[in-house]
């Protein structure tokens, strides 16, 4: 049982580079999002979405893009990678019905370093 | 303005005792949903425990209970008998009504010392 797999699980990017972090989930969740966590800040939102096509802004979007073409992926997009981006980040997933979210699903987490 | 405060950035506790690590919130929304997730050293986020704001009992998952005041806008965690498996990294959090965002607090690093 999968659950949700984020890849990469570790890299190092040098500043300006663009990379995707992916994730992809199996249990037919319709709520899945992404969060970045760094030292004595918990975890902060950056993007999410309730359904294919749809995706909104968290906390912290600025310098991320996100899509989400079907059910299963969610993909992260850093498009000029900072310093400031170097953290590990995590994506979710959850039911959503009636309005409402189930408790989260998380992957493993991704770690970049931004050089 | 934070939506989730965890107000203890670390906390040592013996071995067997009980232990309450607090939350407070904000939001000025009736229908709200509170989790609580546990980071061990490891790095996974483990789901702990639920409590919705129209449910009238507190919640309770094994050794884990909610202590919900609703008038407060309070739900600590409490963990009963400790053990050494519990030291971690513990975070609430709050599903925001209006949008289904759910955010996070800035954690409460617990140690259980033998």
């Known amino acids: 049982n999968a659950g949700v797999t984020q890849t990469p699980k570790f890299q190092v990017l040098k500043t300006g580079q663009s990379m995707t972090l992916q994730c992809a989930q199996d249990m037919n969740h319709e709520y899945m999002s992404w969060y970045r966590q760094d030292p004595g800040m918990g975890l902060r939102l950056i993007h999410y979405s309730v359904g294919a096509g749809i995706t909104d802004q968290g906390e912290v979007p600025n310098g991320y893009n996100v899509s989400r073409s079907t059910t299963e992926d969610f993909p992260l997009r850093l498009l000029s990678a900072a310093p400031s981006q170097t953290s590990v980040y995590f994506c979710?997933?959850?039911?959503?019905?009636?309005?409402?979210?189930?408790?989260?699903?998380f992957g493993e987490g991704s770690r970049l370093t931004v050089l | 303005a934070q939506k989730i405060t965890q107000t203890q950035p670390g906390m040592f506790v013996q071995e067997k005792e009980a232990v309450t690590l607090d939350c407070t919130y904000d939001t000025s929304d009736q229908s709200y949903g509170l989790f609580w997730y546990k980071q061990p050293s490891s790095g996974e986020m483990i789901f702990l425990i639920y409590q919705g704001s129209y449910d009238e009992q507190n919640a309770t998952e094994g050794r884990y209970s909610l202590n919900f005041q609703k008038a407060r806008k309070s739900a600590n965690l409490v963990i009963s008998a400790s053990q050494l498996g519990d030291s971690a990294m513990y975070f609430c959090?709050?599903?925001?009504?209006?949008?289904?965002?759910?955010?996070f607090g800035k954690g409460t690093r617990l140690h259980i010392l033998p």
């Open positions: 959090a709050m599903r925001e009504p209006r949008d289904d965002k759910i955010i």
């Open positions: 979710a997933s959850s039911y959503f019905s009636s309005g409402r979210t189930g408790e989260l699903f």
